[in-house]
């Protein structure tokens, strides 16, 4: 039972996921957004009932799931659609995360959140103890994001450009971790911070 939560976000390639795994490696248990927004829209889910009442049958695949990639396209082309779809997931998504993380039996969780400046920070997750910026340069970012998933450099500007701007996630952080130097330099980074957070906890 935890109810100190960490809140951690950064842009796209800032290196999140290599600090969820130092973090579960200190057995800190981390819950992820990403994870819960495909549970929130499983087959059979009310999300996708959901879904489907809102946008019609044809957004399934034939086996009767989500066609992901049908609605990536439209939400993407269609702002309103995006507001939708938004208003079905989000909410699952902040219930998900927040009884993942209050029934984890590490001394906090840490709640992975990509899009966390997008949706308002905290305002949208109040119970947030403290909130946790990966940050690294745009070039260093841009050159991890298409070394990792080989793409070219304009998709990966693009991906960079339709994100919140670095600024804007600074604002929302209480904590920030530099991921410009080695991997080694971000694990040093994130068991200092755990050490903080095990005050927290302990404290709280
Ligand atoms: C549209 C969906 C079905 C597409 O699924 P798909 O498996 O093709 O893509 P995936 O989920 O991996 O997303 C791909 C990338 O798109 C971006 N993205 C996805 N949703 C959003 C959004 N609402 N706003 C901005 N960027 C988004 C993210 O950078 C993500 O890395 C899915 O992304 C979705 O349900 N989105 C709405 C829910 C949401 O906001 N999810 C974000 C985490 S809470
Ligand atoms: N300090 C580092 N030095 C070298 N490579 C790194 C470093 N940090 C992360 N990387 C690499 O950069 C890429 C992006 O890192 P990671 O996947 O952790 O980012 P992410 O923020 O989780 O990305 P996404 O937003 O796409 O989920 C990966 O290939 C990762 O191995």
Redesign the pocket.
């Known amino acids: 039972m935890s109810d100190t939560i960490i809140g951690l976000t950064g842009g796209?390639a800032s290196g999140k996921s290599l600090a969820e795994s130092v973090f579960r490696d200190l057995g800190i248990f981390v819950a992820d957004?990403?994870a819960a927004?495909r549970a929130a829209?499983a087959a059979g889910s009310s999300g996708l009932a959901e879904v489907v009442a809102a946008f019609g049958a044809g957004v399934l695949a034939a086996d009767g799931t989500?066609d992901?990639?049908a609605?990536?396209r439209r939400?993407f082309a269609d702002a309103g659609a995006?507001r939708v779809?938004?208003g079905i997931?989000?909410p699952r998504?902040r219930a998900s995360l927040q009884a993942a993380c209050q029934a984890a039996d590490s001394p906090y969780a840490v709640a992975s959140i990509?899009?966390l400046a997008?949706v308002g920070g905290r305002s949208a997750y109040p119970w947030l103890r403290r909130i946790l910026v990966i940050d690294a340069a745009e070039a260093t970012r841009l050159a991890r994001l298409q070394a990792r998933d080989g793409i070219e450099a304009g998709l990966a500007r693009r991906m960079l450009e339709?994100q919140a701007s670095r600024t804007e996630r600074l604002a929302i952080a209480d904590d920030v971790i530099s991921n410009d130097g080695p991997p080694q330099a971000l694990a040093t980074q994130v068991a200092a911070l755990d050490r903080l957070y095990r005050r927290l906890a302990a404290s709280a």
């Open positions: 796209v957004a990403d927004a829209l989500l992901r990639a609605m990536r939400i995006k779809l938004e997931v989000h998504v990509p899009l997008e339709a």
